[in-house]
C-alpha cells in the first residue's frame, strides 16, 4: 500500500534537509581539512561538537547572551583543539594513520567522560537567539532554522575566502598538497597543522552551539556527529572540501526524505547505505570531478 | 658560505652519502656531476634538512644547520629546487610565487617588485599567473620553481637537475636563468647530468660515485679532460 | 625445546587456575572470571584481525551481537531450548554478517575499511533497536539457559560452576584454534599482509582470498562469544551491538598487545578489572583514566602490555 507523500511534505522536508545539511558542512569541513593537511582522521571530532555546545550553554546560562555564548565557544575549542594536537598528535606525525585513529578514538573516550563528570548526566538547553515562526505551507516554521543555515552558510563561505586569498589560507593550501615542499618554501608546516585544527576545532564548536536549540546539549551527541562527518567526507572525497560540504547536504536531504517514509531513528540507515554505494562504485567521492 | 663536512646520510638502512664534503662560497656556481642514483639528490635533500645527517656537519654561513627544520633553513637563506620541480598543481601560479612571498619582514612594495622582476625574467609566468600550476608545460613549471626559489631572496639556490626531461633547445633558457642567478649574487649548487651545461656555467664542479666525492676540480681543468668525465659518468 | 616446555606449563598452569576458580570465589567474581573468558574470546577473535591482517576492526559489535541475537533466535524458537542448536545458530548470524565485512574488506583499506566496519554494526544496531516486533527493540529478549545436553546421553542443568567450566573449554578450545592458524603458513601470510601488502600482493598471494577467510575466522569466533554470553546471562540486548563494545574490543587489543592471541585476553581482564576496581571510586568516569591510560599506550607502548612484559622478561 502506497501512501502518496505530498508535495508540501518533500518541499519541508528538504529545506529541513538543507538546515542539517549546512551545520553537519560545519563539522565535516573540519574533519575535511584536518584529514586532509595531516592525514588524521579524527575519530574525536565529534566530542568537539559536544565540548562546544556545553561551553555555549553554559556561558549561555551565565551571561543570558547567544552570541557571546557562540564565540566563546569557538575560541575555547580552538584553543582547546590547537593543544590537543600540539601535544598528543603531534608526536605521532609521521606513524601509520591507524596509530592517529586509536588514539583519537582515546582521546574521544575522555572527553565525553569528562563532559560527563563536568556538566553531568543531564541535557542543556540552548536558546535560540531568534524565536518567532513564519508560515511555511502546512506548518510554523522557526525562523531560527534558517538563520542557522544561512550564518551556517556565512561562516564557511568566510573559510573559503579565507583560504583563498590571505597568507595563511596559502600556507593552508601549499602544506596539505605538499607538506615537504611547504616547509622547503619556509612555511612552518608543524605550525600550520595546529592552526588548522584550531578552525577545525571552531568550527565543531560552532556547529555545536547552532545545533543546541535545534537538537539539545547531551553528553553523547559527538557519537553521531562523528559518524555522519566520516561518511561526509568519504562520500565528498577525502580532504576534498567542497566535496564535502556537498555530501553533507546531499546526505542529510536523503535523511530527511527517508524519515517521511520511516521513524527518524531509522533514516539515519539512508546515509549509511549512501556510504556503502559510494564505497562499493565511487570510492573516491561522489563529488570528486573524475577519479583519477 | 655553505659547507657540507664528512657528512654521512642513511635511508633506513641503506648507507647513501659516505664521507661527503662540498663547498660552495659566496656567488659561486658549483656543479655536482654523478650518474643516477650516487646520492646527489641526497645530499640537496641533507643540505635543506629533509633529511638528517647521521654523522658530519651542514654548515652555512659559520652556523651548523644541525636539525633545523626544512622551513627554518629556508629562512636561513637556502633555497631548493627539487628533481621533480614539486610545484603546487592545484594553486595558482601567482600563488605559487606567493608560497615564497608570505614571510615577516617583506613589505607589500617589495612583494610587488619581486614579483615584477620575475616577470618580467618569465614573462610566460605573467601571462599564465592565474592558472593553475598543473596546467603548465614542463619548461614553464621548470622556470615556475625556479621563479618561486627566487621569491626567498636567497643567498645560494639549490638547484636539482633542472634540465631533466625538458626539450634541448630549454637548456638555453636554463643556463640563461643561471646567468641572471650568478649576476645577482645568488649561489648555486647545480646538480645535473648535462655534462656540458654543468661545465659551461660552474666554476667548480664535484664528481660523485656511489655516495662518495671522487673528483673535485676547476671546471676550467674538466672542460678538457675527457678522460675523467668518461670514468665517472660514461658520456 | 626448553621455551616450548614453559610455555605449555604456563598455559597448563593458568589452565588449572581458571578451573579452580568458581569454586573458591564469591558469586560475583565467580560471574566476572566467566565474563572474563568470554570477552577475552572476543577479544582474540578481534586480534587475527588487526593484530595478525592488520585491519583494524571497529564493528565487532555486530558479530558479537548477532551471535548473541542468532543464539536468542534458537533457544526462544526452539522447545525444549537446544544448547547445541544455539550455537549453531548464533554462528550462522555472525557468519552472514562476516560475510558483507569480508566483501568489503577486499575492496576497501584502511581507513575505509574501519569507518565501514563502523557503520555496518551501527546499521545492525539501528534495525535491531527499531525492529521491535522481532527483536524486543529497546528491551531485548529474555530466555531460558539450555541445559549443557549430549542428545541420547546427559542432559543437566548448568550450575554456575559448571557453565564457567564448559565456557572455559570452549574458550581454550578456540585459542587453541586461533593459536594454530596464527602459526600455520596461512598465518604468517596475513602477518606478511599486515607488513606490507603490497609487497605481499606482488609475490604472488591473493590477497583477498586470504582477507576473506581472515573475516570469516575472526567473526565466527566473536559470534562464539557472543553465544556464550547470551547463554550465561539468559538474555539479548541492543546494547551489545552498540558501538561501545566495537571501541572496548579495539581497547583490549591495544592495551594487551596485539599479535599475540594471548594479549587481547590479557587486555580484557585488565581492563574489566580496572573497570570493577576505579568504579569503586570514580563511579561511571571510570574511562576517563581508562581512556588517558589508553591512548597514552597507544602513543608510547603501541605493542601492549604484553609486548611491553615481553620486552622486560627478553632483554
Given at each position: ?292 | ?235 | ?51 595478525y591482517t ?125 593459536r594454530r592458524v596464527t602459526q600455520s603458513p596461512f598465518g604468517k601470510v596475513l602477518q606478511a599482509i ?6 605481499t600482493?606482488?609475490i604472488g598471494y591473493p590477497i583477498?582470498r586470504y582477507?576473506?577467510v581472515a573475516?570469516?575466522l ?98
Amino acid at each position: 500500500m502506497t501512501v502518496p507523500i505530498p508535495i508540501e511534505q518533500i518541499l519541508v522536508q528538504t529545506v529541513n534537509g538543507i538546515v542539517s545539511g549546512m551545520i553537519l558542512a560545519l563539522v565535516a569541513s573540519g574533519l575535511t581539512l584536518i584529514f586532509g593537511i595531516m592525514d588524521v582522521v579524527n575519530f574525536a571530532h565529534g566530542e568537539l561538537v559536544m565540548l562546544g555546545a556545553f561551553v555555549g550553554a553554559t556561558t549561555l546560562a551565565s551571561t543570558g547572551s547567544f552570541w557571546l555564548a557562540f564565540v566563546t565557544a569557538v575560541l575555547v575549542l580552538a584553543v582547546f583543539g590547537a593543544a590537543l594536537q600540539a601535544s598528543t598528535l603531534r608526536p605521532l606525525l609521521g606513524r601509520d594513520p591507524l596509530t592517529t585513529i586509536l588514539a583519537t578514538f582515546g582521546i574521544s573516550l575522555v572527553l565525553q567522560k569528562y563532559a560527563l563528570w563536568q556538566w553531568g548526566p543531564s541535557a542543556r538547553k540552548i536558546q535560540e537567539p531568534i524565536t518567532g515562526q513564519f508560515h511555511l505551507f502546512y506548518l510554523e516554521y522557526p525562523w531560527y532554522r534558517v538563520a542557522t543555515a544561512i550564518f551556517a552558510a556565512a561562516i564557511i563561505g568566510a573559510l573559503w575566502l579565507f583560504l583563498r586569498r590571505g597568507k595563511y589560507g596559502i600556507w593552508i593550501r601549499a602544506a596539505t598538497q605538499d607538506r615537504i615542499m611547504a616547509s622547503a618554501m619556509g612555511i612552518p608546516v608543524p605550525l600550520v597543522h595546529t592552526m588548522v585544527f584550531a578552525i577545525g576545532s571552531g568550527m565543531a564548536a560552532a556547529s555545536g552551539v547552532l545545533f543546541g536549540p535545534l537538537g539539545g546539549v547531551t553528553q553523547t551527541m559527538g557519537f553521531d556527529f562523528t559518524l555522519r562527518a566520516f561518511i561526509v567526507v568519504v562520500v565528498g572525497g577525502m580532504g576534498n572540501l567542497g566535496g564535502s560540504i556537498l555530501a553533507s547536504i546531499f546526505v542529510s536531504l536523503l535523511e530527511a526524505y527517508a524519515s517521511l517514509v520511516v521513524s527518524p531513528a531509522q533514516a539515519v540507515i539512508a546515509s549509511f547505505v549512501a556510504l556503502i554505494l559510494t564505497l562499493l562504485f565511487r570510492p573516491t567521492g561522489l563529488f570528486v570531478p573524475t577519479p583519477k | 658560505m655553505l659547507a657540507l663536512e664528512n657528512v654521512h646520510t642513511y635511508y633506513g638502512k641503506s648507507h647513501i652519502l659516505h664521507d661527503v664534503s662540498i663547498e660552495v662560497g659566496r656567488g659561486e656556481v658549483v656543479g655536482l656531476l654523478g650518474r643516477n642514483g650516487v646520492g646527489k639528490s641526497t645530499t640537496l635533500k641533507t643540505i635543506m634538512g629533509l633529511v638528517r645527517p647521521a654523522e658530519g656537519r651542514v654548515v652555512f654561513e659559520g652556523k651548523d644547520l644541525a636539525g633545523l627544520a626544512p622551513h627554518k633553513v629556508a629562512h636561513v637563506g637556502i633555497a631548493y629546487v627539487p628533481e621533480d620541480r614539486r610545484i603546487f598543481r592545484l594553486l595558482s601560479v601567482l600563488d605559487n610565487l606567493r608560497t615564497g612571498l608570505e614571510r615577516p619582514g617583506l613589505s607589500a612594495e617589495r612583494r610587488q617588485a619581486l614579483l615584477e622582476k620575475v616577470y618580467t625574467s618569465f614573462p610566460v609566468l605573467r601571462e599564465r599567473r592565474n592558472q593553475a600550476g598543473g596546467t603548465l608545460s614542463g619548461g614553464e613549471q621548470q622556470m615556475l620553481a625556479i621563479a618561486r626559489a627566487m621569491m626567498l631572496e636567497p643567498k645560494i639556490i639549490l638547484l636539482d637537475e633542472p634540465t631533466e626531461g625538458l626539450m634541448p633547445r630549454m637548456v638555453g633558457q636554463i643556463r640563461e636563468i643561471i646567468a641572471i642567478l650568478h649576476r645577482e649574487g645568488v649561489a648555486i649548487l647545480l646538480v645535473e647530468q648535462n655534462v656540458r651545461l654543468t661545465l659551461e656555467v660552474s666554476s667548480r664542479v664535484y664528481i660523485m660515485e656511489k655516495g662518495q666525492v671522487r673528483h673535485h676540480a676547476p671546471a676550467a681543468a674538466l672542460r678538457g679532460n675527457r678522460a675523467v668525465i668518461h670514468q665517472y659518468l660514461g658520456v | 625445546m626448553t621455551r616450548d616446555a614453559g610455555y605449555w606449563i604456563g598455559f597448563a598452569v593458568v589452565l588449572a587456575l581458571l578451573t579452580a576458580a568458581p569454586l573458591v570465589l564469591p558469586e560475583f567474581w565467580r560471574r566476572f572470571a566467566t565474563e572474563i573468558l568470554i570477552w577475552g574470546l572476543l577479544a582474540m577473535s578481534s586480534d587475527i584481525l588487526i593484530g595478525y591482517t592488520g585491519m583494524v576492526s571497529f564493528g565487532h559489535s555486530a558479530f558479537f551481537g548477532l551471535g548473541m541475537y542468532g543464539a536468542a533466535a534458537a533457544l526462544l524458537g526452539v522447545r525444549p531450548p537446544s544448547l547445541w542448536l544455539a550455537i549453531v545458530s548464533g554462528l550462522v548470524g555472525a557468519g552472514v554478517v562476516a560475510v558483507f565485512v569480508a566483501y568489503f574488506s577486499t575492496r576497501l583499506r584502511d581507513i575505509y575499511f574501519s569507518i565501514t566496519t563502523l557503520v555496518f554494526s551501527q546499521i545492525f544496531y539501528v534495525v535491531i533497536f527499531t525492529w521491535t516486533e522481532v527483536t524486543g527493540g529497546e528491551n531485548g529478549l529474555s530466555f531460558r539457559q539450555p541445559p549443557f545436553s549430549i542428545p541420547g546421553v546427559v542432559s543437566t542443568a548448568f550450575t554456575p560452576v559448571t557453565l564457567h567450566w564448559f565456557v572455559l573449554g570452549v574458550v581454550a578450545l578456540s585459542y587453541l584454534v586461533l593459536r594454530r592458524v596464527t602459526q600455520s603458513p596461512f598465518g604468517k601470510v596475513l602477518q606478511a599482509i599486515r607488513e606490507n601488502e603490497a609487497r605481499t600482493r606482488a609475490i604472488g598471494y591473493p590477497i583477498e582470498r586470504y582477507k576473506i577467510v581472515a573475516v570469516m575466522l575472526s567473526g565466527l569466533f566473536a559470534g562464539l562469544a557472543g553465544v556464550l554470553y547470551a547463554i550465561q546471562n539468559k538474555f539479548a540486548a541492543p546494547d551489545f551491538v552498540f558501538f561501545a563494545v566495537s571501541g572496548e574490543v579495539v581497547i583490549f587489543n591495544v592495551m594487551g598487545g596485539m599479535g599475540t592471541l594471548v594479549g587481547p585476553v590479557a587486555g580484557a581482564a585488565f581492563f574489566l578489572l580496572l573497570r570493577e576496581g576505579l568504579s569503586r571510586f570514580f563511579t561511571e568516569y571510570y574511562l576517563i583514566p581508562v581512556g588517558i591510560i589508553f591512548t597514552l599506550m597507544v602513543m608510547f607502548v603501541p605493542q601492549g602490555l604484553l609486548g611491553f612484559l615481553r620486552r622486560r622478561l627478553n632483554p
